[in-house]
């Protein structure tokens, strides 16, 4: 009978990449669901510091907290990182528990991490960590042993 190593490096990598996504996910979608910060660019003072052009600015308002674009679009963007987080997690504990199909889980979280950097992939670092699990996983050769 002959058993299989698990890839626990590309485990562990995608593992803390998707929780880091999930994490990132979870707070963009708060922040940006709930309109943002309500003083925008204009600081502590909110639109006192703007004197007269607190009227003028209000149409603009949606664009200035999503840094140039619309509120709705950076919430949808947040919301696709917090899919691929999701993904990311699944297929890392898939990974590790279903070792044999690791090359299917591999691309999965590989493709996931990448389409994550959308939506800011967990801080940068969730999505890189993401990628690097991936071709881990896809690169890991176990070595048989006989037993």
Not at 25 to 42: A, E
Not at 63 to 79: A, Q, W
Not at 83 to 93: D, L, N, P
Not at 108 to 123: D, H, Y
Request: charged residues 5%; neutral net charge; proline residues 2%.
């Amino acid at each position: 009978m002959s058993s299989y190593e698990t890839p626990s490096i590309a485990f562990i990598l995608s593992l803390i990449g998707g929780i880091l996504m999930l994490i990132g996910g979870v707070i963009s979608s708060l922040w940006f669901m709930s309109g943002g910060i309500n003083t925008g660019y204009y600081g502590m003072m909110g639109n006192g510091m703007m004197g007269g052009f607190g009227g003028m600015m209000e149409g603009y308002e949606s664009f200035m907290h999503g840094f140039g674009m619309p509120l709705g679009y950076m919430s949808g963007l947040s919301i696709i990182g917090l899919v691929a987080g999701i993904v990311v997690t699944i297929g890392a504990i898939m990974l590790n528990t279903r070792s044999a199909d690791r090359a299917t889980w591999g691309v999965i979280i590989l493709v996931f991490s990448i389409i994550s950097l959308l939506g800011m992939g967990g801080f940068y670092i969730g999505a890189l960590l993401g990628i690097a699990g991936g071709a881990l996983a896809l690169s890991f050769r176990p070595a048989r042993r006989e037993t």
